[in-house]
């Protein structure tokens, strides 16, 4: 499998490319560099691998929940690079992305629990619970926007870990979510090659969807919409 995929969801870009379960990618922090940095990432990639775009098998890119800029970004990039090259794009959960980089790094077992918090201003977290299972994130309930006071974590699970820069809030979580943590990690943010092995194990389950229906997932749009004046 060959398998392209992009992150501008938070403020790092990064893509990587899979080739047979082999990931390479490029990462850097860049807050408003997405647009320079993502393109020339891609073409380095395939260029290492003396690759033509032509040979991908899929795309994946982080869907969100995360920067609206930088999920219009990646979106426009790869419903672009979907219709030229007519192949299926694999959506990852932005939030599932930094629980997968928790699993990696923290060498988490079996039945752990990741709990990932992102800042989504207006004074709101994004908040999504998973539990580690053969090594990818399962997700447990919904992924959500909330007030920092209102986030929980989802049982049954023995052994919690948080992830994401959302954690920088964690003086207004609930007691009882905190003093759940086993340690926390704010340095994480969704990566490309996390994204690239979530999407890849879901590709070969039959996942992927075309470039027109490759959306953002902004989570807060619903409500946003319904407080548009008239509607």
């Given at each position: 499998?060959?398998?392209?995929?992009?992150?501008?969801?938070?403020?790092?870009?990064?893509?990587?490319?899979?080739?047979?379960?082999?990931?390479?990618?490029?990462?850097?922090?860049?807050?408003?560099?997405?647009t320079?940095?993502?393109?020339?990432m891609?073409?380095?990639?395939?260029?290492?691998?003396?690759?033509?775009?032509?040979?991908l098998?899929?795309?994946?890119?982080?869907?969100?929940?995360?920067?609206f800029?930088?999920?219009?970004i990646?979106?426009?990039?790869?419903?672009g690079?979907a219709?030229?090259?007519?192949?299926p794009?694999?959506?990852v959960?932005?939030?599932?992305?930094?629980?997968?980089?928790?699993?990696?790094?923290?060498?988490?077992?079996?039945?752990?629990?990741?709990?990932v918090?992102?800042?989504?201003?207006?004074?709101e977290?994004?908040?999504?619970?998973y539990v580690?299972?053969?090594?990818?994130p399962?997700?447990?309930g919904?992924?959500?926007?909330?007030?920092p006071?209102?986030v929980?974590?989802?049982?049954?699970?023995?052994?919690?870990?948080?992830?994401?820069?959302?954690?920088?809030?964690?003086?207004?979580?609930p007691?009882a979510?905190t003093?759940a943590?086993?340690?926390?990690?704010?340095?994480?943010?969704?990566?490309?090659?996390?994204?690239a092995?979530?999407?890849?194990?879901?590709?070969?389950?039959?996942?992927?969807?075309s470039?027109?229906q490759?959306?953002?997932?902004?989570?807060?749009?619903e409500?946003?919409?319904?407080?548009?004046?008239?509607?």
């Amino acid at each position: 499998m060959k398998l392209l995929a992009l992150d501008t969801s938070s403020e790092g870009c990064s893509a990587a490319l899979l080739v047979d379960g082999s990931v390479t990618e490029r990462f850097e922090f860049a807050p408003r560099g997405h647009t320079r940095l993502l393109m020339p990432m891609v073409r380095e990639l395939l260029a290492e691998q003396g690759m033509m775009p032509a040979q991908l098998d899929a795309l994946a890119f982080a869907c969100g929940p995360g920067s609206f800029t930088g999920l219009r970004i990646a979106t426009g990039v790869v419903q672009g690079l979907a219709y030229g090259l007519d192949v299926p794009v694999v959506p990852v959960s932005s939030l599932a992305a930094v629980a997968a980089d928790a699993i990696f790094r923290s060498s988490l077992a079996e039945g752990d629990g990741i709990a990932v918090a992102f800042d989504a201003r207006m004074g709101e977290v994004y908040w999504g619970c998973y539990v580690c299972r053969d090594g990818q994130p399962e997700l447990v309930g919904d992924e959500r926007v909330c007030a920092p006071e209102s986030v929980a974590l989802a049982p049954p699970v023995t052994r919690w870990f948080g992830a994401g820069q959302g954690w920088e809030l964690q003086d207004r979580f609930p007691a009882a979510v905190t003093g759940a943590m086993t340690t926390i990690d704010l340095s994480l943010v969704p990566r490309a090659s996390r994204v690239a092995e979530i999407a890849a194990s879901a590709f070969r389950e039959g996942a992927g969807v075309s470039a027109a229906q490759a959306q953002p997932v902004y989570i807060r749009d619903e409500v946003a919409w319904k407080k548009l004046p008239g509607r």
